[in-house]
């Protein structure tokens, strides 16, 4: 039986009750007892709680199921991509940020950092369904909606869906510059072309320097005809990043067709040789990147680092390649560290020469070269203790180095071990019979072993 149809039965048995003990009432006014009366009312009064009691109970349960009614489990939702074939690094993130998102099935947070993982390497479909479930999660928040509308254009969406994606986060964010960029190119693809120039003006008021901004709206304008405006904002994309090959082309485009000859052959010249193309400053999208630890990604990242002279990240990124199967980085990167360590301490500066050894054996921890050179700096700056345990470590990893087994004697003499160094120059002459530590045995007056 329905609510509707039980409540109507009720109300009906309840009227009947009124009426009946209304009409007792009436027949025997002044006749019947108050105890009678009394009794009557407690039998209304009983149906009531009891309709009532009813009522609440189912409409209770609607209530509760509507706002305790579970969502999809998260178990089925988030996906679980086959990650065999990926690199160590790439499969270790991504189930890492599934089990966080798994672990915090509510949080829109853990679930769309789980997406921007997917995101950042290539897994597209995976990475719109994590979106989409962050979405739902949190509406308002910015960033899931953001990056739903990019991936989604990436997919191959219906236009419309792209559209509308992109119109949810600008009214999230309406003075992101770099959303109205990616909208504005996203309706320029789709040939709107006077709704994508409208957005793009409304990036460059956001932004007077943006350069895609610029750039787009130049584009704009010149599938629209009006080829004042594109030249003014090609010319201004130029003037913000000269090496910018797509704003050269689009600027030789549009002084042909404006007939500026010259104009559009030197455009054209400047563009031939050009390799290097203008990216748009988004920190959402510089966030993700940052997750991506590819093995490409991974190059870029150490040759960015090591340039920048941040060799810390460098060297992460190295790890990172050499759990790939690109040992390479690594081997580069504490090369040109020893490089400068040795250059530090030919010019006489031990301080930074000390710093630089440090990082270089980090880098390379089983490098002889390394510690005979920082105990060589060491030795020079008088510090004999330190500079006898990076020969000692010398030593270890080349026992063969007749160099790092006289500069040891030479330290171990110093702190007058002198047993222990005549050990060190009698190693190094049986190794090398014509080695300086051979010399230096005979001033202490002991005969080497032939």
């Known amino acids: 039986m329905g609510k509707a149809s039980r409540r109507k039965r009720e109300r009906a048995l309840v009227s009947s009750v009124l009426a009946a003990a209304t009409v007792e009432h009436s027949a025997t006014r002044g006749a019947r007892p108050l105890r009678h009366l009394l009794t009557i009312a407690a039998v209304v009064v009983g149906v009531l709680a009891l309709s009532l009691g009813t009522w609440l109970h189912y409409s209770g349960a609607e209530t509760r199921g509507a706002e305790y009614q579970p969502g999809p489990s998260a178990v089925t939702v988030l996906p679980n991509p086959d990650t065999s074939d990926m690199t160590a690094p790439v499969s270790r993130a991504i189930r890492s940020a599934r089990q966080a998102a798994l ?46 509308a990019g991936v989604e254009e990436i997919r191959g969406a219906e236009s419309e869906r792209i559209v509308q994606l992109f119109g949810e986060a600008i009214r999230l964010a309406p003075r992101f510059a770099p959303v109205r960029v990616r909208h504005a190119d996203a309706l320029l693809r789709l040939g709107h072309w006077a709704d994508a120039r409208e957005e793009y003006t409304a990036a460059v008021a956001l932004d007077p320097v943006l350069v895609l901004a610029h750039r787009g709206l130049g584009q704009a304008a010149t599938l629209l005809g009006d080829l004042p405006a594109a030249i003014k904002h090609l010319e201004r994309a130029a003037a913000l990043s000269s090496q910018d090959r797509i704003t050269q082309v689009a600027l030789a485009r549009a002084y042909a067709m404006a007939g500026q000859v010259d104009q559009a052959a030197e455009a054209a010249r400047n563009a031939q040789g050009l390799t290097y193309e203008a990216s748009l400053p988004d920190q959402v999208y510089f966030e993700l990147s940052l997750l991506a630890v590819d093995p490409e990604t991974l190059r870029e990242r150490f040759t960015r680092s090591l340039g920048a002279g941040d060799e810390n990240a460098a060297f992460e990124a190295a790890i990172l390649l050499e759990e790939s199967g690109a040992p390479s980085a690594r081997q580069q990167l504490s090369q040109a560290s020893k490089q400068r360590a040795n250059q530090y301490a030919f010019a006489g500066e031990f301080d930074a020469a000390l710093a630089e050894f440090e990082r270089a054996a980090r880098f390379a921890p089983t490098d002889p070269e390394i510690e005979h050179n920082w105990g060589t700096v060491l030795l020079r700056r008088g510090d004999l203790e330190q500079a006898s345990r990076h020969f000692e470590k010398a030593v270890a990893l080349n026992p063969q180095s007749t160099d790092s087994l ?14 222990e160094a005549i050990a060190r120059f009698t190693a190094a002459v049986k190794i090398n019979p014509q080695h300086m530590a051979a010399d230096r045995l005979a001033e202490l007056g002991v005969v080497s072993e032939p």
Not at 406 to 419: A, H, Q, T
């Open 406 to 419: 006289y500069n040891l004697g030479v330290v171990l003499e110093g702190l007058e071990r002198n047993d």
């Open 103 to 148: 672990s915090q099935p509510k949080s829109a947070t853990a679930v769309g950092q789980f997406g921007q993982v997917l995101h950042a390497h290539w897994q597209y479909d995976a990475a719109a369904t994590c979106y989409e479930f962050a979405r739902q999660l949190a509406p308002g928040e910015f960033r899931w909606i953001y990056l739903l």
